[in-house]
């Protein structure tokens, strides 16, 4: 009867023994962060801003593909009087590289909607999500996109700091010492930083 007992309790220790250690490894934002994490997450930072900026300099010296990069205006009145049709702004170029957008100056963006202009309309009863995309496409018409221009609407920027990138709201995050892209269906898979964009770099060059 006392090795049942014995036995249970271990068990119960293990169990908040591992629970300690995952609170540590998903430290809390809220969370004083100490000076040698501070200067570890700092080098982290600089090593992934090397291969962003390698990155870009591989693309633009193999003439990469790039797309738009474009904010969705609704349709809305001009001085409450004058119509205006939806249409998007903006005329960035971006490399799409998966499930983050690249910017010549080195900005990442988390890829929004991705519309082709021109694309038939294939579903004869469109989905929600097929209505909004036509939607884009028309806007993006509107704006002057030429026929079959990719178009990349409502990305978000990703912030470079190590506090944003430890909070798991974007594709790219911080998790212990290590940069990682989150990624795949349901956003379920974890990719180092370095091996995803080489990955996605040369499926660019490729295709």
Wanted: glycine content about 8%.
């Amino acid at each position: 009867m006392l090795e049942g007992v014995d036995a249970a309790q271990q068990r119960r220790d293990a169990a908040r023994s591992e629970a300690a250690v995952g609170a540590r490894r998903h430290r809390a934002p809220t969370e004083p962060i100490t000076a040698t994490q501070a200067h570890r997450d700092l080098r982290i930072l600089i090593e992934g801003r090397q291969r962003v900026d390698a990155a870009i300099a591989r693309l633009r010296a193999n003439g990469a593909r790039t797309e738009t990069l474009a904010e969705y205006v609704p349709a809305h009145r001009l001085l409450w009087v004058i119509p205006r049709k939806s249409t998007l702004r903006g005329d960035t170029r971006v490399w799409r590289l998966g499930e983050l957008l690249l910017a010549p100056d080195g900005e990442l963006f988390s890829t929004g909607s991705v519309v082709r202009v021109g694309e038939p309309q294939r579903a004869r009863v469109p989905s929600r999500a097929q209505e909004v995309r036509r939607e884009f496409r028309a806007a993006a018409r509107r704006a002057g996109a030429g026929e079959g221009e990719t178009v990349d609407v409502g990305a978000t920027r990703i912030p470079w700091e190590s506090e944003a990138l430890r909070k798991g709201a974007h594709p790219v995050l911080l998790l212990d010492e290590e940069l990682v892209v989150r990624w795949g269906a349901g956003a379920g898979t974890l990719m180092p930083f370095g091996e995803y964009l080489e990955d996605r770099l040369e499926h660019l060059l490729d295709s």
